[in-house]
């Protein structure tokens, strides 16, 4: 089941990571350089994203021309994330 996307900022930036300050979580739940710099682009669009759903829907978010950029460096840093994780337990 989706959840809201709130419920998913809120997991993202505030239980795995900060996107505001990211260098803090290297060697916690990010593993290298490159997952830090992408996880704080990732920040900075979607708070460009926020910035045009003044409502806080999901709706809304997806129609922002922010968005695009949301997907394309949440799917850069998850296949960041998985590569240095299977490289981890090879």
């Known amino acids: 089941m989706f959840e809201d996307l709130g419920h ?17 979580y290297l060697g916690v739940s990010l593993r290298s350089e490159e997952e830090v ?10 708070n460009a994203a926020t910035a045009e759903a003044p409502n806080d829907a999901d709706a809304e ?8 950029e949301v997907v394309a460096i949440a799917g850069r840093l998850a296949q960041a994330m998985v590569a240095n994780d299977l490289r981890e337990h090879q």
Request: charged fraction near 25%.
């Open 8 to 24: 998913v900022f809120h997991t993202l930036f505030d239980d795995f990571c900060d996107a505001y300050e990211p260098e803090r």
């Open 61 to 68: 978010y997806l129609r922002t021309s922010a968005w695009p």
């Open 37 to 46: 710099v992408l996880m704080r682009e990732l920040g900075a669009a979607l």
